[in-house]
């Protein structure tokens, strides 16, 4: 692919408004971004909406969000998009509007009247008991079920409406490469006759696309594997209409851990889902990347740049890709690791406030980001996490014994004693380094469990926190005193 990649590259990414923007439909557009800005190419938005009846502007909407939060920015189209508020975006936006097919009906009734003159289409008025009767004939037959191409020939039945508009597929071999599989071969004898409109002003998929990709001079068409069937039958259009043929690649489906189809209907697998949950839109690039494609070496936490750098579609696979969300959680850590604490901050500030937590002083909260982050799968998590050092929780006295192995009593004996050590400290001393090396003065004689679990429950209220020489050196001395004096008094009630 490398050598071969012609000078003027033109890719699209053809999504149906008709469900919330899965994840494998975003893969497959983040493909074809990368594809064109690899080669320096052009990216276009194609909404294909001639479902009327299934189409919905929500979804619509919401699959312009999706793309825009990933920074997956189009270069081409119509009308504006219309200001950022609209989009509700983290990333990149494109200055046109997508095209949308609902908009170029005129445009397909010309190339249908064509086909139709030509002698390569026709109007067909086979009812559907009619079909259903043919399919039932075939199969007795032991024959794969097609239309019998009843109306090729017939005269038109008077005082009657034609049904559908059909394509006569001629009886041949349809032979393309594809860049993933390779050469591919289908027997177009196998197919009958396809509808390609219900009439001339409601083209459907198969045709509409054909004269898209003409039109819009799309080079290559980079999608999933479900659409390999189609593919034939659309060359076949090109060369009725004498349309050039793009170059395919169907990339692999996205598949579950038990290799089953990840289903598009899920709410769990829809993209803005992610976002919900705190996920950062470069680890959700670097995520979708890798399935079904590598790199050439055994780096896997890539960025942006990265990634076109090394994008190569002859490195795509053949064989289903496996969703693994934990390799996703580990991806989104990694990447929130590597931004600067602003960035971080910034975007988590919204799960904050969902999880009523209060920040008041910004320095505290890069100081917790820091803190938390290794911790932390998602921006969800952070902010859950984190929320003990904004307020502390209310708890149990008890929650403050090591295990069977103190008494309340004691437990206020080793916070006092903890407490005069640490007050020792001076204010602007009260670093990680400093507290840390006062450690073996705060436990004493005591063991560690002792003295260090009371501790850090006094300061987070759970049983579940960062260290307690961690929290105190990003609560800093006074409120430290002050939680200990607490626990202290909640110990000895």
């Known amino acids: 692919m490398e050598a071969s990649a012609p000078k003027s590259i033109r890719v699209r990414f053809a999504p149906s408004p008709t469900g919330p923007i899965h994840v494998g439909s975003v893969r497959t557009a983040l493909f074809s971004w990368l594809f064109a800005r690899k080669y320096g190419g052009t990216f276009v938005l194609r909404i294909e909406d001639t479902d ?47 095209y949308r097919q609902s908009e170029r ?34 199969l007795s037959q032991g024959l794969p079920p097609k239309y019998s191409g009843h109306c090729r020939t017939a005269p038109p039945p008077e005082g009657k409406s034609p049904e559908v508009i059909r394509f006569k597929v001629p009886e041949i071999k349809v032979e393309f490469k594809d860049l993933v599989r390779g050469k591919v071969v289908f027997d177009a004898a196998l197919f009958g006759d396809m509808i390609i409109a219900k009439d001339l002003d409601t083209p459907l998929y198969n045709f509409a696309v054909v004269v898209d990709d003409e039109l819009m001079k799309i080079s290559h068409v980079i999608r999933a594997e479900d659409h390999l069937s189609n593919t034939p039958k659309q060359i076949l259009m090109q060369r009725a209409l004498g349309f050039a043929e793009p170059i395919y690649a169907h990339i692999p489906l996205i598949l579950n851990a038990d290799r089953s189809k990840m289903s598009k209907r899920f709410a769990d697998v829809a993209l803005m ?9 470069e680890a959700m690039i670097n995520f979708l990347a890798l399935l079904g494609w590598h790199p050439k070496g055994d780096k896997e936490v890539l960025s942006r740049e990265e990634l076109i750098a090394e994008f190569d579609i002859g490195r795509v696979q053949q064989s289903g890709a496996i969703f693994n969300e934990e390799k996703l959680d580990w991806l989104n850590r990694e990447h929130m690791k590597a931004m600067p604490l602003a960035e971080v901050a910034a975007l988590a ?29 998602t921006l969800e998590d ?27 009593k004691e437990v206020v004996e080793v916070l006092s004693g903890a407490r005069t050590v640490i007050a020792g400290v001076a204010a602007e001393d009260f670093t990680r380094e400093t507290l840390a090396a006062c450690l073996p003065l705060i436990v004493g004689d005591k063991s560690r469990g002792i003295v260090l679990w009371p501790l850090r429950v006094a300061l987070s209220g759970q049983a579940n926190s960062p260290d307690p020489i961690e929290i105190m050196s990003v609560l800093g001395r006074d409120e430290s005193l002050h939680r200990i004096d607490a626990a202290i008094k909640k110990a000895a009630a």
Do not use: H
Request: aromatic share 12%; proline share 5%; with cysteine.
């Open 105 to 138: 009906t005129a445009i397909y009734k010309k190339y249908l009247e064509q086909l139709i003159a030509s002698g390569d289409a026709y109007y067909c008025y086979c009812s559907k008991e009619d079909i259903e009767a043919q399919r039932q004939m075939m």
């Open 382 to 408: 952070l902010a859950q996490a984190s929320a003990f050092f904004f307020a502390v929780p209310d708890y149990e006295p008890n929650l403050l014994i090591w295990k069977d192995s103190s008494t309340l």
């Open 349 to 377: 500030a919204p799960f904050f406030a969902k999880n009523n937590i209060v920040v008041r002083d910004e320095a505290l909260l890069k100081l917790v980001i820091a803190v938390q982050i290794p911790r932390a799968k």
């Open 273 to 281: 889902n992610y976002r919900e949950r705190g996920y950062v839109p």
């Open 52 to 98: 009327k009846e299934r189409s919905e502007k929500r979804y619509d909407d919401e699959l312009l969000r999706g793309l825009s939060w990933l920074g997956l920015s189009w270069d081409e189209g119509p009308q504006s998009v219309g200001d950022a508020s609209q989009l509700e975006l983290g990333g990149e936006r494109g200055e046109f509007g997508p």
